[in-house]
């Protein structure tokens, strides 16, 4: 048995940088994509032919459009050619086989602001007429430009699809962030509706944050897990999450978040009614008056995208530690000890991965690591975010023009209460920017501490 063949999800584009050779991986091949002066994405594999330096250490050279491996020069096109070897004349690189000296490339597409690329010995066309190996179909009812959030994780594919069909642990885990320890009840949860190699569906209900919550879920084989629910308040509020789960290598996986908006929630509703229904909801609409936006609300909308990733990896720390070492003790012990009907999904999962995988997809395992390397920030997300790397440029400005501030303040400090409150407001904005700048490298949560 081997890993099903579709189209693989890698990365978004709404988070590269497209001057920048980023390293990607998939079941422990790696890969660097950038983007061209044309606008296309390009995928090959991270090894100079030369002497297989990686190219994500190398840069683009927009001059030419050429990809350069920093080591000696070598120079790319978008179609992997070898176009220059500086150690050799040109009379002496038209005699050197174009064979060897070219980079291997791989086939793209990019949807919904989703990397896919093929990796794989069969050809694409393989899969044309499967829907479900299609990025369009793997995509489908997505909204056509969503925001993404990327990490990679110190745990398995499995064990992060295990996590996110699994609703009963977020008032635990996720504590003060998505709910609260009181929210726990009974997870009324349906038996899974297998769909062969597709994957599978369910039913739950579950309550968070003081609300109940009931709506579908689904695990579209093999990368995409998504909830399609309701708040089931006096107006009932939409609830959705997507991600995709990629496996990137033994012991390692990353998770795309993509994000909806209330105006693609709005959209979704529309698509998924009948007219007669859609009909109904207009006449509604123009009855009732338009509700102020919370505050939250309104805050939250208009949070800096590099802050919103950190209060993502904030939640995904929360549960970081149990996934790494959990997956650690299941190499060692037998299955599970699952009577709960909230455990349905994850023998459906179990299921499912011993009859359309093969073993060499999630095992064998690395050993644990230290808790500095798995909650590193830094090389699980902001390395490779633009955003990030945009935002801690911006804290690092502040930061050196508050210390500035502070140290002018404090030679008129003796003469004036001016300076005197210059120099606190300084040394407060130092203090918080130092802290924030430190959150895109290093993370940590210590649940003793989380009341």
């Given at each position: 048995?081997?890993?099903?063949?579709?189209?693989?999800?890698?990365?978004?584009?709404?988070?590269?940088?497209?001057?920048?050779?980023?390293?990607?991986?998939?079941?422990?091949?790696?890969?660097?994509?950038?983007?061209?002066?044309?606008?296309?994405?390009?995928?090959?594999?991270?090894?100079?032919?030369?002497?297989?330096?990686?190219?994500?250490?190398?840069?683009?050279?927009?001059?030419?459009?050429?990809?350069?491996?920093?080591?000696?020069?070598?120079?790319?096109?978008?179609?992997?050619?070898?176009?220059?070897?500086?150690?050799?004349?040109?009379?002496?690189?038209?005699?050197?086989?174009?064979?060897?000296?070219?980079?291997?490339?791989?086939?793209?597409?990019?949807?919904?602001?989703?990397?896919?690329?093929?990796?794989?010995?069969?050809?694409?066309?393989?899969?044309?007429?499967?829907?479900?190996?299609?990025?369009?179909?793997?995509?489908?009812?997505?909204?056509?430009?969503?925001?993404?959030?990327?990490?990679?994780?110190?745990?398995?594919?499995?064990?992060?699809?295990?996590?996110?069909?699994?609703?009963?642990?977020?008032?635990?885990?996720?504590?003060?962030?998505?709910?609260?320890?009181?929210?726990?009840?009974p997870i009324n949860m349906t038996v899974p509706e297998d769909k062969g190699e597709a994957g599978f569906s369910f039913e739950w209900?579950?309550?968070?944050?003081?609300?109940?919550?009931?709506?579908?879920?689904?695990?579209?084989?093999?990368?995409?897990?998504?909830?399609?629910?309701?708040?089931?308040?006096?107006?009932?509020?939409?609830?959705?999450?997507?991600?995709?789960?990629?496996?990137?290598?033994?012991?390692?996986?990353?998770?795309?978040?993509?994000?909806?908006?209330?105006?693609?929630?709005?959209?979704?509703?529309?698509?998924?009614?009948?007219?007669?229904?859609?009909?109904l909801a207009a006449l509604s609409a123009t009855k009732q008056t338009k509700k102020k936006k919370s505050l939250i609300g309104m805050?939250?909308?208009?949070?800096?995208?590099?802050?919103?990733?950190?209060?993502?990896?904030?939640?995904?720390?929360?549960?970081?530690?149990?996934?790494?070492?959990?997956?650690?003790?299941?190499?060692?012990?037998?299955?599970?000890?699952?009577?709960?009907?909230?455990?349905?999904?994850?023998?459906?999962?179990?299921?499912?991965?011993?009859?359309?995988?093969?073993?060499?997809?999630?095992?064998?395992?690395?050993?644990?690591?230290?808790?500095?390397?798995?909650?590193?920030?830094?090389?699980?997300?902001?390395?490779?975010?633009?955003?990030?790397?945009?935002?801690?440029?911006?804290?690092?400005?502040?930061?050196?023009?508050?210390?500035?501030?502070?140290?002018?303040?404090?030679?008129?400090?003796?003469?004036?209460?001016?300076?005197?409150?210059?120099?606190?407001?300084?040394?407060?904005?130092?203090?918080?920017?130092?802290?924030?700048?430190?959150?895109?490298?290093?993370?940590?949560?210590?649940?003793?501490?989380?009341?």
């Amino acid at each position: 048995m081997k890993f099903p063949r579709t189209w693989v999800p890698i990365a978004s584009t709404y988070e590269l940088d497209p001057d920048r050779p980023t390293p990607v991986e998939f079941l422990g091949q790696k890969f660097a994509t950038y983007q061209d002066n044309d606008g296309n994405w390009v995928v090959l594999d991270d090894a100079c032919p030369h002497r297989l330096a990686p190219f994500s250490e190398g840069r683009v050279d927009r001059e030419t459009n050429r990809l350069q491996c920093s080591y000696h020069g070598w120079e790319f096109n978008s179609e992997g050619t070898c176009m220059k070897i500086p150690q050799m004349t040109e009379e002496m690189q038209a005699q050197v086989p174009a064979k060897r000296s070219c980079a291997t490339t791989y086939p793209v597409q990019v949807v919904k602001n989703i990397l896919f690329i093929w990796p794989w010995e069969e050809d694409c066309l393989s899969v044309l007429g499967n829907p479900n190996a299609q990025p369009e179909g793997i995509l489908k009812g997505f909204p056509e430009d969503p925001s993404t959030y990327t990490r990679d994780l110190p745990y398995g594919w499995d064990t992060l699809v295990e996590n996110l069909i699994d609703p009963s642990h977020v008032p635990f885990a996720h504590h003060g962030m998505q709910g609260k320890r009181t929210d726990a009840i009974p997870i009324n949860m349906t038996v899974p509706e297998d769909k062969g190699e597709a994957g599978f569906s369910f039913e739950w209900e579950d309550r968070t944050m003081g609300m109940m919550r009931s709506g579908g879920g689904e695990f579209r084989a093999p990368f995409l897990v998504n909830y399609d629910a309701k708040f089931m308040t006096e107006t009932p509020r939409p609830f959705r999450l997507s991600s995709l789960c990629i496996p990137t290598k033994p012991g390692w996986s990353r998770g795309i978040i993509i994000t909806w908006k209330s105006e693609d929630n709005e959209k979704a509703d529309r698509e998924a009614m009948n007219p007669a229904e859609v009909e109904l909801a207009a006449l509604s609409a123009t009855k009732q008056t338009k509700k102020k936006k919370s505050l939250i609300g309104m805050i939250f909308a208009n949070l800096p995208i590099w802050l919103s990733h950190q209060l993502s990896n904030k939640f995904l720390d929360s549960d970081l530690a149990f996934l790494h070492f959990q997956e650690q003790e299941r190499g060692k012990r037998a299955d599970y000890f699952m009577p709960a009907p909230a455990d349905r999904c994850i023998s459906a999962l179990r299921k499912w991965i011993d009859k359309y995988t093969s073993e060499d997809v999630v095992g064998p395992l690395p050993t644990s690591l230290p808790r500095s390397a798995m909650f590193d920030r830094w090389s699980q997300h902001t390395s490779h975010c633009k955003h990030c790397q945009q935002g801690l440029v911006t804290l690092q400005k502040i930061r050196r023009s508050s210390y500035i501030t502070l140290a002018l303040s404090v030679l008129g400090i003796n003469k004036h209460w001016v300076p005197k409150i210059t120099a606190l407001l300084s040394l407060g904005v130092w203090r918080i920017v130092s802290k924030l700048e430190n959150s895109f490298r290093e993370g940590e949560f210590k649940h003793y501490e989380n009341h």
